[in-house]
């Protein structure tokens, strides 16, 4: 009875912001876009930050 699927193989996806392929995404962003964004676009990083509250608390 071993009906699981395996999901955890880890593929490069392409971070939605730049386009870049990125292992470590948050809601879509790689890493250097949310760095970015922190430092230099305010408003798309609390975007972001909405989005992310909202997929860890759909609420
Ligand atoms: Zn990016």
Request: with cysteine; charged share 30%; glycine share 6%.
């Amino acid at each position: 009875m071993s009906d699981e699927k395996d999901t955890t193989t880890a593929l490069p996806q392409s971070c939605v912001r730049c386009g870049a392929l990125s292992l470590l995404r948050v809601v879509g962003r790689c890493a250097a876009c949310i760095g970015e964004m922190g430092l230099s676009y305010p408003p798309d990083h609390k975007a972001w930050r909405d989005e992310l509250t909202r997929e860890v608390r759909p609420e």
